[in-house]
C-alpha cells in the first residue's frame, strides 16, 4: 500500500473549516484514499472514501486532486468534538468479493478545535 | 454504521496469567477480523488479520503462540494475550469487514495493563 504524509498537527476554530491535507504522490490506480479518525482513547472511526471523484457524507468532504497525489478532507463546520487524530490511509478495496487491503496506520494529523 | 463492540473495556491482570479480548460485530456478519496494538502516544499496528474459520495471519514480528487469535464465527473474534508481561500492556483493538463492504469497522479498543 503507498504511503502518507500528513501535517503533524494542525488547530481549527470552532465554527470554521478544518482542511486537513494529505499526500500520497505513490498512489496507484486501484488504491482508494480513506479517512479514518481516533478521539483519545476510544477506536478509530470511519469519515470517508474515495476514488477519484469528490466525495461529500454527513461528517465531511473529500477532495482529491485530478493526479490523485494529494487529498483534503474537509470538516465543514467543526466542533469541540472534532478533536482527534486524522489518519488518511491509502490501499487497496475490492467490494467484489475480493480481499481488502489492510489499513496500515500513519502518524495521522493531530487536529485541536479551540473555542 | 455498524458497530462493533469489545470486551473487556479495559482489565488488569498479573504477570505469566492469560487474558482473553473478545471482539463482536453486532449487526454485521463479519468475514474478517483485524487486531491492532496501540502503545500510548503511538499509532495503531496491525497485528494479525483472521478470516472466519481460517487461521490467522500475522504480521512480522508478532508471536502467534503468545497472541491466539480464534475467529469461530462470522460474529466473534477472540485474542488471548498467553503469559502476560509488563511490556504487553497496551490498547487493543478491532476491527471488522464484510465482504463487499469497503470500510472496515473499530471497536472501542481494550485497555491491557499487566502487573
Known amino acids: 500500500d503507498a504511503k502518507t504524509t500528513q501535517p503533524t498537527s494542525m488547530d481549527c476554530a470552532e465554527g470554521r473549516a478544518a482542511n486537513l491535507p494529505c499526500n500520497h504522490s505513490t498512489i496507484s490506480g486501484n488504491e482508494y484514499v480513506y479517512w479514518y479518525r481516533q478521539i483519545h482513547s476510544q477506536g478509530p472511526q470511519y469519515i470517508i472514501h474515495g476514488l477519484k471523484n469528490n466525495e461529500t457524507n454527513e461528517m465531511a468532504s473529500l477532495i482529491i486532486t485530478e493526479d490523485r497525489k494529494s487529498s483534503t478532507l474537509i470538516l465543514p463546520h467543526a466542533t469541540l468534538r472534532d478533536t482527534a487524530v486524522y489518519y488518511c490511509?491509502?490501499?487497496?478495496?475490492?467490494?467484489?468479493?475480493?480481499?481488502?487491503?489492510?489499513?496500515?496506520f500513519g502518524k495521522g494529523t493531530k487536529l485541536s478545535v479551540k473555542p | 454504521g455498524a458497530v462493533v463492540s469489545q470486551h473487556p473495556s479495559w482489565v488488569i491482570c498479573k504477570s505469566g496469567t492469560s487474558v482473553k479480548i473478545e471482539c463482536r460485530s453486532l449487526d454485521f456478519q463479519a468475514t474478517t477480523m483485524f487486531w491492532y496494538r496501540q502503545f500510548p502516544k503511538q499509532s495503531l499496528m496491525l497485528m494479525a488479520t483472521?478470516?472466519?474459520?481460517?487461521?490467522?495471519?500475522?504480521e512480522q514480528g508478532v508471536e502467534k503462540d503468545k497472541f491466539l487469535i480464534n475467529h469461530a464465527s462470522l460474529t466473534l473474534s477472540t485474542l488471548t494475550v498467553t503469559s502476560a508481561h509488563p511490556e504487553d500492556s497496551s490498547f487493543y483493538i478491532c476491527?471488522?469487514?464484510?465482504?463487499?463492504?469497503?470500510?472496515?469497522?473499530f471497536g472501542p479498543g481494550t485497555r491491557l495493563t499487566v502487573t
Open positions: 483472521s478470516n472466519e474459520g481460517s487461521k490467522a495471519t500475522y
Open positions: 476491527s471488522a469487514a464484510s465482504t463487499g463492504v469497503y470500510e472496515q469497522y
Open positions: 490511509i491509502v490501499r487497496v478495496a475490492r467490494g467484489d468479493g475480493g480481499s481488502q487491503g489492510n489499513l496500515i
